[in-house]
């Protein structure tokens, strides 16, 4: 059924396409493994200039990163990977926070030796409110990969198109410009005969509060097909910048981690608890069985078995929520063998909770 769902509207939306940009082809990237340079995070204490939390923080670096917030932007965080400084690369962000807010990118550029990104978050109305995050940094080009396995990303910005772009297969990865604030992405060489995968979507945008789900999802063996659709703060279709990953058999860094899961919640009104089918969306590295179970209208109980270590992340993406968003309720629990996410939590753009369907992905440190 979501499967005949997102065939249907990616087909709809398709008819209304215009290509607007193309990803760097294998001839144009650099040798090199996957990924190049990562990091993630959970920033903590927003407000307080210094180290996030120790056991959430990991990456390609040999020094602690740091987070500050920006002096007369409320609600704004500077994130400092060090030395992670690398042109291109795509950030993924989600809120952690037990009320209806969301975060955004704004930003991310080399600064020195570090990476320097922007990270805003607003409640209702597009508001600007400190909050608790997770923070995601990866940039890759060339690499080997075993079979079955596949990672691409696309940070794509209105105007210049897609601004870096990476795909495992060595395929060129596409972007169609639809109506305001609908877009169409074309991973090639990255296909498959069922689905198979996870996915994370982020909004970009350095001024205004953005808001992107992943709207349609469909697959062939030539590829992977996405539509992302953007809404401003309130209901209205928004042209803005995002950036999107696909992960199969890999974490959501790239990176090959001995413990990661990813889990795709296609039921969202089923009480559970249950694992989501078919199982190439539901992958865990140890061979758990990841479950979600209700906890709540718009609240979900993700438990993510056998994987759990620390250092570790969680993030997570509305599926067709429309101008909605989803969050995390609060920091998930790390409690070895297993890993609990106790809640992802969805709202309609009015703030009210929302039973949906959402990509959650989780990742420790290779």
Known sequence: MMRSIARKLAAGVGAALVVSGLALTAAETAQAAVPDKWGFAFVDKPTVAGIPDLSHQAGTWPALMHAHSAPGAPGQVI?????????????????????????QAQKWSPSGTSEL?????????GVPVFSQFTVMFTASTKGAFPAGRAYGYV???????????????GGVNTVSTGPIGVWKIKMAGLGSAVQLGGIQVTAVNPSAPARCDVD?????????????????????????GWTLSYQ????????????FAYTFDNKPLLA?????????????????????????AG?????????????????????????GFCNLLTLW??????????????FKASGTLLSQASMVTYTSTP
Request: glycine residues 10%; proline residues 10%.
């Open 333 to 346: 629990a790390t409690a070895p063998p297993d890993v609990l996410v106790r809640d992802v939590a969805c």
């Open 248 to 259: 199969r058999g890999r974490a959501i860094t790239g990176a090959q981690p001995k413990q």
């Open 155 to 169: 940070h794509f910005q209105p105007g210049p198109g897609i601004v870096t772009s990476f795909n495992s297969s």
């Open 216 to 240: 349609a999802w469909s697959w062939s063996s030539s590829g992977q097909v996405f539509v992302v659709r953007c809404f401003n703060a309130g209901s209205t279709p928004f042209k803005t």
């Open 79 to 103: 994130v400092r990977f060090p030395n992670l400084a690398v042109k291109g690369g795509v950030v993924h962000v989600t809120a952690v926070n037990n009320g209806p807010v969301w975060c």
């Open 272 to 296: 559970g608890p249950y694992a989501p089918a078919p199982t190439g969306i539901n992958f865990n590295s140890q061979s758990g069985v990841n479950t979600v179970r209700s906890a709540g």
């Open 117 to 125: 990104v922007d990270v805003r978050c607003f409640k209702v109305g």
């Open 299 to 323: 609240l979900r109980f993700v438990q993510f078995p056998r994987v759990g270590r620390l250092p570790n992340t969680v993030l997570v993406t509305p599926f067709q929520v429309g101008p």
